[in-house]
């Protein structure tokens, strides 16, 4: 495996987690464990932030002349990523919509 292809598993690796990370977090909120709902959003986020940091790096590399092979697997790796923002932003709104749920079920 050649070194982008380790990059390009680094960002599909972090962002799936992130994901995995942000939909447990909505199944702890549907549940009323809003703490570690939070939580979770926190650490999907510390994923987040690596993966966009490795990305971040791609880019710095094409501004500078050293430009990378666009092959499908980078291309999934940036959807991927992608993809695990937007669950994130929806966990989010999700989890506000529970705990409004939670509070007028439990008046």
Known sequence: MNEMEMIIFEIISNGGTAKGLAYEAIDEAEK???DQAEML???ADEYLVQAHQTQTNILH???NGNHHEVTVLFV???DH???AMEVRTLA???IRMNKRL???ENK
């Open 102 to 104: 939670h509070a007028l």
């Open 81 to 83: 990523l992608m993809s």
């Open 92 to 94: 989010d709104y999700i």
């Open 32 to 34: 009323g464990n809003f």
């Open 61 to 63: 590399d094409e501004a």
């Open 76 to 78: 999934h790796a940036q």
């Open 41 to 43: 959003l926190k650490e």
